[in-house]
């Protein structure tokens, strides 16, 4: 094993074991990458001194937190998995600035529950942020739900301490100036070149985090639709109202409904419905959630409206919650069945404008019907044009089948100003079509950026690149 040779005089202990590296090769992409050994560090010298050595034998470096990347980022076949969750540490919050600092193996849902406690909100909401850790949720620039009023994790990020492939130590800020000419606008904030690299530039060892006061009152409502189009047509019009204001705008189609149904023991529920919209909306203290403006959007858009459910106060919420989370977990267990056969869960994450969707998941639909493959379960974030549409594979054939179709998918995607990849990254399933989107020029770049920081290439190789 040359990773073993190659490493013998590291200051860190590696695991060469193989139960533990195969603890280690699973994420919720469905692959399986078997890495040559696993490194656990406790502090930031030793994930320094690993790096630091790692160049002399030419050994990779994956940087991994909770592994919940759909896309293969946090797993690795080559060299050494770096695993982030032994940095645990939480600091105080600093009442003046209103941020925390928290080391990168925090478990973002473990913080979210600590803030809250305390009246304060991280607003990124990762719908697994129970597994997701700081780092990780920073390396892909997660968002999830809620990113309809708050955006991505990006702005929520203020400040870093990330350990250069040479092993150097460096902490970012992020700039307060209002006003700067000095040089490229993307060297600007030095800060913005680790959020969303999924660990090909660095790795994130701590983060400072601007938080929010917890909103004192939110609502949920879910409001089930005869068919998809009017439940599409319902998300426009929210969109653009001016008498109510999401915080997340999330779409069930039938098929995802019925898991969610099906998961929770509610198959009575909403039974003709063909569609269903999860929303939530905040309001201050003293104020009221417009549930009235809400109720008469719905039925000008003929909802089901025996069936709308309203969800009060954090433990319904929660559950609410749960529900939209029993989608995404209900077909990664589906998509793991297959796997022996060649097969898994094919994930979309793609996003367009929101206003084209319809035509989008049309398209969609359309490309799989004349494939002659099963319609997707399609779910998520439809209030910022991004639902995540989910393909069974049961063996390597149908999983070819299914990725020309996201192919045809993503090319539409791009020619209405969409991505291919809104919050999970690029990972290694999807750096194939990072020509789809980029230019040549773009990728140039990139590549300029990745030599300048990673000179040998070693760090978190397949990702991106």
Request: proline share 5%.
């Given at each position: 094993?040359?990773?073993k040779r ?11 074991d193989l139960?533990v ?5 699973h994420d ?8 040559e ?6 502090s930031?010298?030793?994930?320094a001194s ?20 759909t896309?293969?980022a ?9 695993s ?9 919050v ?11 193996g925090?478990?973002?849902?473990d ?6 406690a305390?009246?304060l909100?991280?607003a990124?909401?990762?719908?697994s ?6 780092g ?18 990006r702005p929520h ?10 092993g150097s130590?460096?902490e970012?800020r992020r ?6 000419t ?13 959020i ?5 530039l660095g ?5 400072e985090?601007?938080?929010?006061p917890?909103?004192p ?16 047509d319902f998300?426009?019009a929210?969109r653009?109202?001016t ?7 999330e779409?069930?189609?039938?098929r ?10 509610a ?23 417009p549930?009235d ?10 909802a089901v409206?025996n069936?709308i ?7 319904a919420l ?22 022996a ?6 994930s979309t994450?793609?996003?367009v ?7 989008a998941?049309s ?17 998520g974030h ?9 393909f069974?594979?049961r063996?390597?054939a149908?999983?070819a089948r ?11 995607v ?6 291919f990849a809104?919050?999970?990254g690029t990972?290694k399933i999807?750096?194939k079509?990072?020509?789809l989107?980029?230019?040549p020029l773009?990728l140039?770049?990139?590549k ?8 040998a ?6 990702n991106?690149?």
């Amino acid at each position: 094993m040359p990773a073993k040779r190659a490493l013998r005089n590291l200051h860190l202990t590696l695991s060469y074991d193989l139960s533990v590296r195969q603890s280690f090769a699973h994420d919720a992409s469905g692959l399986e990458l078997v890495p040559e050994s696993v490194a656990r560090p406790k502090s930031e010298a030793d994930v320094a001194s690993l790096l630091r050595d790692a160049p002399a034998g030419r050994v990779a470096v994956t940087p991994a937190g909770g592994q919940t990347s759909t896309t293969g980022a946090s797993i690795t076949d080559r060299g050494v998995l770096l695993s982030l969750r032994g940095l645990t540490d939480v600091g105080a919050v600093d009442d003046e600035r209103l941020t925390i600092r928290v080391q990168a193996g925090v478990l973002l849902g473990d913080l979210k529950r600590r803030l809250a406690a305390d009246g304060l909100l991280f607003a990124p909401d990762p719908t697994s942020e129970d597994d997701v850790t700081v780092g990780g949720a920073i390396a892909c620039n997660a968002s999830g739900a809620r990113s309809l009023l708050y955006g991505a994790t990006r702005p929520h990020v203020a400040g870093l301490r990330v350990a250069l492939a040479d092993g150097s130590v460096h902490e970012l800020r992020r700039s307060r100036l209002e006003k700067n000419t000095v040089g490229y606008a993307a060297v600007h904030d030095p800060i913005d070149w680790f959020i969303g690299s999924e660990g090909t530039l660095g790795v994130i060892l701590e983060a400072e985090l601007s938080l929010l006061p917890l909103p004192p009152n939110v609502t949920g409502l879910a409001i089930p639709f005869p068919e998809e189009n009017v439940a599409l047509d319902f998300i426009i019009a929210a969109r653009s109202s001016t008498t109510v204001s999401a915080r997340c705008l999330e779409y069930f189609d039938v098929r995802a409904l019925e898991v969610a149904r099906t998961a929770e023991g509610a198959g009575g529920w909403a039974a003709g419905a063909g569609a269903l919209v999860y929303l939530e909306q905040a309001s201050a203290a003293g104020s009221d959630i417009p549930l009235d403006e809400w109720l008469t959007l719905a039925q000008r858009y003929g909802a089901v409206e025996n069936d709308i459910l309203v969800y009060e106060g954090a433990s319904a919420l929660r559950d609410a919650r749960r529900l939209r989370h029993t989608v995404p977990s209900t077909m990664i267990e589906r998509g793991n069945r297959y796997r022996a056969a060649g097969g898994r869960r094919v994930s979309t994450d793609w996003a367009v404008p929101y206003r084209h969707l319809k035509e989008a998941i049309s398209q969609s639909r359309q490309f799989a019907a004349e494939a002659g493959i099963d319609q997707p379960v399609i779910y998520g974030h439809a209030g910022n044009g991004h639902p995540h549409q989910n393909f069974i594979a049961r063996d390597a054939a149908e999983l070819a089948r299914m990725e020309q179709v996201v192919e045809q998918t993503l090319r539409r995607v791009v020619a209405l100003g969409g991505t291919f990849a809104a919050e999970h990254g690029t990972g290694k399933i999807k750096r194939k079509w990072l020509p789809l989107q980029l230019t040549p020029l773009q990728l140039g770049v990139m590549k300029a950026m990745k030599h300048a920081l990673d000179p040998a290439a070693l760090l978190a190789p397949g990702n991106l690149f």
